[in-house]
């Protein structure tokens, strides 16, 4: 019987522990893609004490809290912070075999060194022990980051963001890159004209252009893309159902906007040809910069009404949905491909079901200009486990070029959450070490050692290019 979580966690063979002890463990983390936030980097913020830095925003917890039986009051409610954390500790026994339970014995082991494992029983003494260290410097935000030896870190804005944080954070001197990306999901969001007329006043006090038609709407949309651009983003990302790319004309699009202004819902019809421009277009400005896009297909949000209207939005009452991906998603990227203004684009997909979609839509539209140009992403949302990263790997490997991938990220809102990097790389690295010792691939450590390294951090550097 194997140890709990020992150094060798997850590494079954003697070629898996050495190539992630002595090529993927030392390696800097480059955290392409998050959703933590600028300004308690740039205020350096220091956490009160466990629940704040572990629960407040975790929908995970939340979700598996619920499932135990638990009352909201203790998720997204008016409880104390202990009470809060006293509640989650009675459910992380009941987690085994969700990768709840692994994360949260990650995140106690780094930063705070607590090997102990959580349950009723030990709450107190690891409540006490992990808020005497967050009290130090060494565990402000900045301090956390440090620790988990990130060198990059891009957060998730919208395009009327003011980027003040990042400019501070940068003026500050802090050695890690702390960069922005585009998030314009708002700027198509057309469903609710009163929503979408509010964001366009907001966006209008931004870049100084009012916006009565759609060409000023675009104009406004550009300067704050450049606007982004100057503050150092070279990175897009969107959150949609699946990609739209319906027929339309421009003369449509511009009737549309004009009556969405006047306050008229559109109908089914004229919001997918409204989404498919915009798409489209923010897609046209990120080549022009030689940005990187990404998009995040397949979520079902906000099932729960009645939670929805009392909590908000991103509190874990969402879940994977079976859009159809294929069609849509090859004639955008073709449309842009045959334009040449397809710039390297990174897809996410949260149905499992997708995988063998995704893996075989890249070598559609890669072009030999750059290795891995169209990239997979890693395991999203709840396909963030051992099963969902392994079928991902797996899967990419059979169909594309592993080599080439550029790895991991957190997609989170806690600054504890860099563990799953190393989880990651337990999972590269046990996979192409089981491959050696199968007799599937050459016992070549120093290639497959480098290889290892490029995916954990190196293949990033070089796609981002920041």
Request: charged share 25%; hydrophobic share 35%.
């Amino acid at each position: 019987m194997k140890p709990f979580m020992d150094d060798n966690f997850l590494l079954q063979t003697e070629t898996a522990k050495r190539l992630y002890h002595e090529y993927a463990a030392g390696m800097p983390i480059f955290d392409y893609h998050c959703h933590i936030s600028p300004l308690e980097i740039a205020e350096d913020r220091r956490f009160n004490n466990l629940a704040e830095i572990w629960l407040h925003g975790d929908h995970y917890k939340w979700r598996a809290m619920r499932t135990n039986g638990v009352d909201e009051k203790f998720c997204t409610g008016n409880a104390s912070d202990w009470e809060k954390f006293q509640k989650w500790a009675e459910t992380a026994p009941y987690t085994m075999r969700n990768p709840l339970y692994h994360w949260t014995h990650l995140e106690l082991r780094k930063p705070f060194g607590i090997k102990s494992i959580l349950n009723p029983s030990s709450a107190l003494q690891i409540w006490d022990s992990c808020n005497a260290l967050l009290a130090t410097k060494d565990f402000s935000c900045r301090g956390i980051i440090r620790k988990a030896n990130v060198k990059v870190i891009c957060t998730t804005d919208d395009p009327i963001d003011t980027l003040e944080h990042h400019r501070s954070i940068k003026e500050s001197g802090f050695e890690v890159k702390v960069i922005p990306a585009w998030r314009p999901d708002k700027a198509m969001a057309i469903e609710d004209p009163k929503v979408f007329n509010s964001y366009v006043s907001q966006l209008e006090v931004a870049s100084g252009i009012s916006c009565g038609t759609f060409d000023q709407f675009m104009e406004a949309i550009e300067k704050r893309h450049l606007f982004f651009h100057e503050n150092g983003c070279r990175l897009s990302d969107h959150g949609l159902e699946t990609i739209y790319s319906e027929n339309y004309t421009i003369r449509e699009i511009k009737a549309i906007f004009e009556r969405v202004r006047s306050g008229q819902a559109p109908s089914a019809e004229e919001l997918l040809k409204f989404k498919s421009a915009m798409l489209y277009e923010f897609a046209v400005l990120d080549h022009h910069r030689n940005w990187t896009q990404q998009y995040h297909l397949g979520a079902m949000r906000n099932n729960n009404t009645r939670m929805f209207e009392s909590v908000g939005p991103d509190k874990g009452f969402d879940s994977i949905g079976d859009y159809s991906v294929a069609t849509a998603l090859s004639k955008f990227l073709n449309r842009l491909e045959y334009e040449k203004k397809l710039t390297r684009t990174i897809l996410y997909n949260l149905n499992p079901g997708d995988n063998e979609i995704m893996a075989t839509m890249l070598g559609n539209f890669q072009d030999g200009t750059e290795p891995g140009k169209i990239q997979w992403g890693s395991g999203w949302w709840f396909l963030d486990q051992k099963q969902g990263m392994t079928d991902q790997l797996n899967t990419l490997s059979s169909l594309g070029l592993l080599s080439r991938f550029v790895g991991m990220l957190t997609d989170s809102r806690s600054f504890l959450s860099y563990s799953r990097h190393e989880y990651f790389r337990r999972i590269l690295c046990n996979l192409i070490g089981n491959d050696v010792e199968n007799g599937e691939i050459p016992a070549d450590i120093e290639f497959l050692g480098q290889m290892v390294k490029d995916i954990s951090y190196n293949n990033a550097e070089k796609y981002f290019r920041f």
